[in-house]
């Protein structure tokens, strides 16, 4: 069964750094592209960013210069730096796999989400 | 403000059948596929919809979406109860170089 995990989500100040991660599971995890996908409270979903399984990545203009996606292939693991955070980055950070060989925007499945809250 | 238009909500009895839109543009909708999501109160979004038309194993067939040129739609026949939900539609933009979602339409089984 694939499963993704993320973690590392909590209560961060405005202007600091948080760390996520995704722990992914029953399948070949080199072989896909993987998303980051954030929803606000009450709002829709964002997206954040997509990591090729080759390493090719694209920012939304909303994070770019202040997130860094990478992941670990030898982990199973996909990540996401932040920097620089603001009260508007406060959202449920989801980790989904890309379907394979597909465009980035067919997430399938989803992690459950790791709740980021930026306030002072 | 999002990129992809949707009504915000939408509604049916039991039984009936309901249409969401999706509105792009030439950059998004009008050159790539589009995908929907269905997610539940409180939980992740779930694929319905991949590549415009085509369902992934389990979802049943009372889900169909079409494209055509800049405007997609997500028909949902035989209403029930469990379809009561919020559906996304995503594209990939390339003038954004990224994916696009609209706003999400909140659909209510009355």
């Known amino acids: 069964e694939v499963q993704l995990v993320e973690s590392g989500g909590g209560l961060v100040k405005p202007g600091g750094s948080l760390r996520l991660s995704c722990a992914a599971s029953?399948?070949?995890?080199?072989?896909?592209?993987m998303n980051w996908v954030r929803q606000a409270p009450g709002k829709g979903l964002e997206w954040v960013s997509t990591?090729?399984?080759?390493?090719?990545?694209h920012y939304a203009d909303s994070v770019k210069g202040r997130f860094t996606i990478s992941r670990d292939n030898a982990k199973n693991s996909l990540y996401l730096q932040m920097n620089s955070l603001r009260a508007e980055d406060t959202a449920v950070y989801y980790c989904?796999?890309?379907?394979?060989?597909?465009?980035?925007?067919?997430?399938?499945?989803w992690g459950q989400g790791t709740l980021v809250t930026v306030s002072s | 403000q999002s990129v992809l238009t949707q009504p915000p909500s939408a509604s049916g009895t039991p039984g009936q059948r309901v249409n969401i839109s999706c509105s792009g543009t030439?950059?998004?909708?009008?050159?790539?596929?589009v995908n929907w999501y269905k997610q539940l109160s409180g939980a992740a979004p779930k694929l319905l919809v991949y590549?415009?038309?085509l369902r992934p194993s389990g979802v049943p067939d009372r889900f169909s979406g079409s494209r055509s040129g800049t405007s997609a739609s997500l028909a949902i026949s035989g209403l029930q109860s469990e379809d009561e939900a919020d559906y996304y539609c995503?594209?990939?933009?390339?003038?954004?170089?990224?994916?696009?979602f609209g706003g999400g339409t909140r659909l209510t089984v009355l």
């Open positions: 029953g399948f070949t995890f080199s072989s896909y592209s």
């Open positions: 995503a594209a990939w933009d390339d003038s954004l170089n990224g994916v696009v």
């Open positions: 989904a796999r890309v379907r394979y060989s597909s465009s980035p925007s067919q997430s399938d499945p």
């Open positions: 590549n415009n038309y």
């Open positions: 990591i090729s399984s080759s390493g090719y990545i």
């Open positions: 030439s950059s998004n909708i009008g050159t790539n596929d």
